[in-house]
């Protein structure tokens, strides 16, 4: 294998990409593949006690999604600028974050726009590659953007975000804390019944933070992908947490991860013996083939943009044969792509 995204032989057509959420979160469709013996079996969400067994740790990612999508009005001329959220500069004043603005042309320091709620914006300086710090009147609490913004949907959802639905299933069941801008997309198909059914049998749940930027959603453009920058994200790992994960790993119980986002952070945060620390911090680890795995030993995932950096991931996990394999058994079996389409179980 070479290091161009080109190399990966997948075709996803565009009318398999969801548009909207399966009707029920647990009815989304699961792609079991047991990499020890090279078997894919196709079933259905509501089936993963079937795959998860009561020794198994369930590491999940519990970031909530911010309204981080706001519309203004630059105040000389009236243009319609998109402002991305995301991330804030100071946690406590909330008055100053990074941004995305769109068209960034029309902007450039001091550029002042207006929001809803006589909200007023002022950029402060450019930082590259559409990216902007930008200063707001008054201090935005996530209730305060919950009023003027909306949930940032994926560009390839060709569809306005729908409050009544987007609000609810854009988050996760495990969502407990404000941050990411982009949904931990792998547990959206756990409902509160099949993760009290899974405890009920035995199966650790322990809960990580990451939260997920804008950046996850960035092709790898580079021919050598290797080379990508891949941008920062914040997470942490409570006392809690960390020992608890550290207690399954000596007992011996497999570590499965609620998605890559979920695999960054306990992979940022083990050391050489696999031992999970504790702390918070901002991780920038870019996981492709040819990295060693310290901890996750099974991956529940979503189905990825095939230039994302999400796919070099569990192809560094998987092998790049046998992600082509279930991704293109995927396509043949017409499963649904992408933040609100089907998952997949990958297993030894």
Known sequence: MGYSMRDFRIRIPEELIAQYPAPQ??????LVYDMTHDRVQD?????IGRHISPLDCVVYNDAKVIHARVFGEKKDTGARIEIMLT?????????????????????????????PLHIDMTVAEALGEGLFRVHFSERLGYDDLKRIGEIPLPKYIKRKPESSLDDIRYQTVFSRKYGAVASPTAGLH?????IDSLKEQGTVFVPVTLDVAW?????VREKDYRKHRIHSEAYE?????????????????RIVCVGTTSVR??????????RVAAGRGETSLFVYPGYRFRVTDAM??????????????????AGKKRIEKAYNHAVSQKYRFFSYGDAMFLHR
Do not use: Y
Request: one cysteine or more; aromatic letters at 8%.
């Open 215 to 219: 950046g996850t959603f960035q092709p």
């Open 190 to 194: 756990f409902t509160e019944e099949i």
């Open 25 to 30: 979160r647990q009815e989304s469709r699961l």
């Open 265 to 274: 952070t306990i992979e940022t945060a083990a050391d050489e013996k696999g």
């Open 87 to 115: 991330k804030k500069i100071e946690p406590d004043a909330a008055r100053e974050w990074i941004a995305i603005l769109r068209p960034a042309k029309r902007v450039k320091a001091e550029t002042r726009i207006t929001l």
């Open 300 to 317: 529940i995932t979503n189905f990825h943009m095939v230039d994302s950096t999400l796919i070099l991931l569990v192809a560094a996990f």
């Open 237 to 253: 790992i409570t006392e809690d947490s960390a020992h608890n994960i550290n207690r399954c790993i000596a007992e011996k119980r």
């Open 43 to 47: 079933d259905f969400f509501r089936n």
